[in-house]
């Protein structure tokens, strides 16, 4: 846990030199705008604490994730174009070899005040976690390998490159196999836009 502070406080001192750098042409972080509609892709990477309810508690991931570019075509005047909604593939490892995954899907993202922003994923993924009958102690009884991602995060867009955001993942089978522990996971990222 000690670790996870140390990276998010790192993070968010990255984060506020990235900003300070673009401030003269914003006029100010209160005017950060979101990224341009036709960037090719976001880079992000975080530090995530992994699931602190479960057997698995007690250590971190580090999150990595690429969003491709806004799959929403313009319509002038639409209610719509509120929604920028990009294809999502990305990775959460676990620094002490318990649960860790890969996934894809479809990540809506909404400004809701100059730089603010929400935004909601949906997707699958594959784990390694334990899915056999016997799961050993301090490991999660995930039921099968394959389960549905969600993530949802707040963030703020510095400026047009950088943003800052706190997301939760939730990982889980949804009954499809005999067990479902699931696992939750939730953290500080940083996103980079090209």
């Not at 799959?71 to 920028?84: A, E, Q, R, V």
């Not at 990775?91 to 890969?102: E, I, Q």
């Amino acid at each position: 846990m000690k670790l996870l502070c140390h990276v998010v406080f790192l993070l968010g001192l990255a984060t506020l030199e990235a900003g300070a750098a673009d401030l003269s042409s914003l006029g100010g972080l209160g005017e950060a705008q979101p990224p341009p509609e036709k960037s090719p892709f976001e880079l992000r990477l975080g530090v995530f604490a992994h699931d602190p309810q479960s057997p698995e508690k007690g250590s971190a991931d580090l999150n990595t994730e690429i969003l491709l570019g806004n799959l929403n075509p313009s319509s002038p005047g639409s209610w719509w174009n509120i929604l920028i909604l990009r294809p999502q593939m990305g990775g959460t490892v676990n620094f002490v070899g318990k649960t860790s995954a890969l996934y894809g899907g479809l990540t809506g993202t909404v400004y809701v005040y100059r730089g603010l922003f929400i935004e909601a994923s949906f997707g699958g993924a594959a784990n390694d976690g334990k899915a056999g009958p016997v799961v050993p102690p301090g490991y999660n009884a995930m039921g099968c390998n394959l389960s549905f991602h969600e993530n949802a995060s707040i963030g703020y867009r510095l400026n047009e490159k950088w943003s800052l955001m706190g997301t939760i993942e939730h990982f889980s089978n949804e009954g499809f196999c005999d067990r479902n522990r699931g696992l939750t996971n939730y953290g500080a990222r940083l996103g980079y836009a090209f």
